[in-house]
């Protein structure tokens, strides 16, 4: 038995048997806190704010709250029991959620401000990273970020059945992370005939390679519960066409094998000679990663900087260069983890209380420029 398996229990028995309880403020500030995305990051911020007296309004453009954790995690990973009883336990501690509400659209930077004390950016990294190789544009092509919130809504009760499905259908996945592993599973489940995922990274070793010591982060081979399902994963190839038919519809793709090299003091993957390949598929789900948070809109409204990297800029307070605009998790950071947008949120709290209020009691984990060991 695991740790993780351990924990899970007695977080289960908690909620199970009531010892999880709402932790509602007596203390109300009369300050107005607006959070924009109801992700990790989003919900973690309005729990704390909530907790500190302010009125938090949570500002979710789905249907329901969540992010990433409702619509981009497959149910097999994550069910989404979990979130909604997390959901009931802020909704009862004071956080309202606005659902259906595209900031920048339905409402301007410039209205949360007037209306709002402080506004939190909490809205990811969901710029999803392109492949734009000749064949882009058969159909048959989808960003891993359409085909899984349709398989959610499924599993919502939304849909009957998703127009993007895999039944009957060669799939290729290409991206060799969680999101691909995710579009894997699904794929299955859904019938496809045969799945392949493309990684243009070499095959990691099974133990930690000794350029990769602890306490970094191990860069091993894993096998996740969707692996263990089927499907091929192929190592060390890039994709360079996708190819279809006289009605524009996908057929197939052409790949070569790479190895990794220094070219200019830089890595490069260095295609092998004779090595190109055709694979015939009907579906190709691209999952190579997100670039930053979607531009324009909202923050252009407010007028927020970038960094160099795309993603919303912050200082050591986890403000912005607008005062009493601030951003936690992804779309300050950049695509990460779920536990680093919980902690980033839990400290751009403590930093909203402490702008609002000149100090704070709120935890605060984690610093913007906090990050893993590699």
Sequence with gaps: ???????????????????IEPQRSELRTGRRVA????????????????????????????????GLLRYGIPEFKM????????????EA???????????????????????????????????????????????????????????????????????????GKRVVIIGGGDTGADCLGTSHRQGATSVHQFEIMPRPSESRPAENPWPTWPIVYRTSSAHEEGGERVYAVNTLEFLGDANGNLTGLRAVEVVSEIVDGRPTFVPVEGSEFEVPCD???????????????????????????????????????VDGVFVAGDMGRGQSLIVWAIAEGRSVAASVDTW?????????????????LR
């Design 1 to 19: 038995m695991t740790i993780k398996q351990v924990e899970v229990e007695i977080i289960d028995r908690a909620w199970s048997e009531g010892w």
């Design 93 to 167: 501690e004071g956080v309202e959620f606005r659902c259906n509400v595209n900031v920048g659209v339905d409402i301007t930077g410039e209205q949360l401000r007037e209306q709002f004390d402080a506004v939190v950016l909490a809205g990811g990294a969901t710029a999803a990273r392109d492949l734009t190789i000749p064949g882009r544009e058969y159909v048959g092509i989808h960003q891993a970020m359409e085909f899984l919130p349709l398989a959610n809504r499924v599993q919502e009760g939304d849909l009957d059945r998703s127009p993007i499905h895999a039944e």
């Design 283 to 321: 579906l190709v789900f691209l999952a190579m990663g997100f670039v930053g948070p979607e531009g324009g809109g909202v923050l252009e409204q407010l007028g927020v900087d970038l960094d160099v990297r795309g993603n919303v800029a912050r200082d050591e307070s986890w403000s912005t260069n």
């Design 356 to 372: 609002l209020m000149g100090e704070t009691m709120l935890p605060s984990p984690v610093d913007p420029s906090a990050a893993p």
């Design 79 to 90: 069910e989404k029991q979990h979130l909604d009883r997390r959901l009931a336990q802020l």
């Design 35 to 66: 959070v924009v995305g109801s992700g990790p990051a989003g919900l973690a911020t309005a729990q704390q704010l909530a907790r500190a007296g302010h009125d938090v309004v949570v500002f979710e453009r789905a249907d329901r709250p969540g």
